[in-house]
């Protein structure tokens, strides 16, 4: 099965090898049939502390890295 990929924004960096980011989508509201944002945070491992506040990245989904760490950063080189 693969790996979800999913691209969001960092909005924290303060923990040693983690980012933690925030996903946005839209979901249509089941009644009003208007579009509705919704935002959720991941924690992120990031292996050399390169990603700051404000990045936009790609995360994808791995192994347990700790407690609440299942997602990684990925790194384009485009």
């Known amino acids: 099965m693969p790996k979800r990929i999913l691209q969001g ?3 924290s960096d303060k923990q040693d090898k983690t ?4 996903v946005e989508r839209q979901v ?3 009644v ?3 579009f509705i944002k919704k935002s959720k945070k991941y924690a992120a491992h990031d292996e ?3 990603f700051k ?8 989904e ?4 700790s407690k609440n760490k ?9």
Request: charged fraction near 15%; charge should be positive.
């Open 53 to 60: 506040v404000g990045d936009t990245v790609r995360i994808q």
């Open 9 to 11: 924004v960092v909005v």
């Open 70 to 78: 299942t997602w990684t950063v990925i790194v384009d080189n485009a």
């Open 62 to 65: 791995c192994a347990p890295v």
């Open 28 to 30: 249509m509201h089941p």
């Open 19 to 22: 980012v933690v980011v925030s």
């Open 48 to 50: 050399n502390n390169q």
């Open 32 to 34: 009003y049939k208007k």
